[in-house]
């Protein structure tokens, strides 16, 4: 077996859920780059004794490189210098060059906030320039140091590299993590893993779990393989782990799932629907969209302008969600509400066409739908969901769907359906399979 390692995630606004762990799954793709396989990601609260038990756990379970984050700030509960210090048999010293360091870091914030508490300020530089003895410092990014500490005296305990929780600073600290020597000790079994990535939209994720039956049945070795399977804002991913000599067979299985799912396979080298749409409208002839979003809100222009260049091709939109503001900034017709209602495929399409004169685009899409909880009726429940997307003086798609889920969920997906649409117009294809 290669190199083995664990993540412990520290802090009890992330266990309680208050903040999103961004840096497990950051710490997770970074230890796949380098060969190392990760055994688990643990979340502990702000508690030595949790914390103690984690990094017990994840020794007990043979782990090579043991990788922390959060903990290292001023306040009485940030523990994990200290823990991991017991941990490793190390005491706590104080290192008196890097509190001089971190104490020219503190003076910029003492200019910037001149009514701060110096002396609670002092106190903090002395708790973070508090390490276990012998351990290698890495550099603050913001205030707090990292740490790489080994086991003293002999002990068979991993290596533990323990950086700060803020994720800008963790993530510009991990490159002088990478070249310690510690580090490199710790994963010097590592191997290598390729990882790749199949995306659909519009089928189950049920039935993936018959695609690998059927493709156990075709003697396909697909035990080779690590292929795990997540519904993600509507699209199914498939993401498949294997070291190199399974090359051949994974090859295998992704001709099997092409085959199998031609009509809503999108994505068979991990591009992702958002990355597609924008290389579409870049493409010659190039072309620019506008958009008309009732229950979305927004949140349709925002995916479309969050990747940088979007300016190119990205107009303008418009959240229409009163029937007042459908009619007065893109010209729906009054008397089209009244005859089909707001949630239509008939008010969706004036909504894309609108969008194209009030905008100059090439392009419109309209939505509109009853994101809930409440406003579903028998005809139209909640859930109802209507799109159109539309070239100017040329091709459209319309459709309207039933999405399942919570208002969010149903705001979310819609974006998603809406994407697909636009992908499907601009190469030409027609309207989606089936949903």
Same mark, same amino acid.
């Given at each position: ?10 802090g009890?606004?992330v ?16 230890l ?6 990760l055994e ?16 017990s756990?994840?020794a ?6 043991i ?6 700030g ?5 523990l994990?210098?200290?823990v ?28 910037r ?15 973070q ?6 351990a ?12 790489v500490?080994?086991?003293?005296g002999?002990?068979?305990?991993p290596a ?5 929780g ?13 070249i310690t020597?510690?580090f ?6 590592h191997t290598?893993?390729?990882? #790749?990535?199949?995306r659909?939209f519009?089928i189950? *994720?049920? !039935? =993936?779990?018959?695609t %690998? /039956? @059927? #493709?156990h049945?075709a003697?396909?070795?697909?035990? *080779?393989? !690590? =292929?795990?399977?997540? %519904? /993600? @804002?509507?699209?199914?991913?498939v993401?498949t782990?294997y *070291?190199p000599?399974?090359q051949?067979?994974?090859? @295998? ?5 092409r085959?199998?799912?031609?009509a809503?396979?999108?994505s068979?080298?991990g ?7 924008a ?9 620019t ?25 990205v ?11 459908k ?6 017709d009054?008397?089209?509400?009244g005859?089909?209602?707001a ?5 969706a399409?004036?909504?894309a ?11 419109g899409v ?7 909880p409440d406003?579903g ?9 209507c799109?159109?997307v ?14 399942p889920?919570s208002?969010?969920?149903v705001?979310?997906?819609s ?5 697909h649409?636009l992908r ?5 294809l027609g309207?989606?399979?089936t949903?």
């Amino acid at each position: 077996m290669g190199a083995r390692a664990g993540i412990v995630v520290t802090g009890t606004e992330v266990l309680t859920g208050r903040v999103v762990d961004r840096n497990g799954p950051w710490l997770s793709d970074r230890l796949r780059e380098l060969g190392v396989d990760l055994e688990t990601i643990i979340i502990v609260g702000d508690r030595a004794q949790d914390m103690e038990h984690a990094l017990s756990f994840l020794a007990g379970e043979g782990c090579d490189l043991i990788v922390t984050s959060g903990g290292l700030g001023p306040t009485a509960d940030d523990l994990t210098a200290e823990v991991v210090g017991r941990f490793q048999g190390r005491e706590m010293t104080m290192d008196d060059a890097l509190r001089g360091r971190i104490a020219k870091i503190l003076e910029g914030i003492a200019r910037r906030w001149p009514h701060i508490d110096l002396e609670a300020l002092e106190e903090g530089n002395r708790k973070q320039a508090t390490i276990p003895a012998g351990a290698t410092i890495l550099e603050p990014v913001g205030t707090a140091p990292g740490l790489v500490v080994t086991p003293s005296g002999g002990s068979t305990t991993p290596a533990v590299v323990v950086l700060p929780g803020p994720p800008r600073e963790l993530q510009g600290m991990w490159p002088a993590a990478l070249i310690t020597d510690a580090f490199r000790l710790a994963i010097k079994d590592h191997t290598e893993y390729r990882q #790749a990535m199949l995306r659909m939209f519009g089928i189950p *994720e049920s !039935e =993936i779990a018959e695609t %690998l /039956r @059927r #493709a156990h049945d075709a003697g396909i070795a697909i035990d *080779e393989l !690590e =292929i795990t399977t997540c %519904l /993600r @804002r509507g699209e199914v991913e498939v993401v498949t782990r294997y *070291e190199p000599p399974a090359q051949a067979t994974y090859e @295998r299985f992704a001709t099997f799932v092409r085959e199998r799912h031609a009509a809503t396979l999108f994505s068979d080298d991990g591009t992702s629907i958002d990355d597609q749409v924008a290389a579409l409208l870049r493409r010659a002839p190039a072309r620019t969209v506008a958009l008309a979003e009732s229950c979305t809100g927004g949140l349709l222009s925002a995916r479309l302008t969050d990747l940088p260049g979007s300016s190119a091709y990205v107009r303008g939109g418009a959240v229409v969600y009163s029937n007042e503001a459908k009619s007065d900034l893109v010209s729906v017709d009054p008397a089209l509400i009244g005859e089909f209602g707001a949630v239509s495929v008939e008010v969706a399409r004036a909504l894309a066409d609108g969008a194209i004169e009030r905008f100059g685009a090439d392009v419109g899409v309209g939505i509109t739908g009853i994101a809930g909880p409440d406003g579903g009726t028998e005809d139209k429940p909640v859930g109802t969901v209507c799109f159109s997307v539309a070239e100017r003086d040329g091709p459209r798609i319309d459709r309207r769907a039933h999405l399942p889920g919570s208002r969010g969920d149903v705001r979310d997906r819609s974006t998603t359906v809406a994407m697909h649409l636009l992908r499907r117009l601009l190469l030409g294809l027609g309207d989606l399979p089936t949903m």
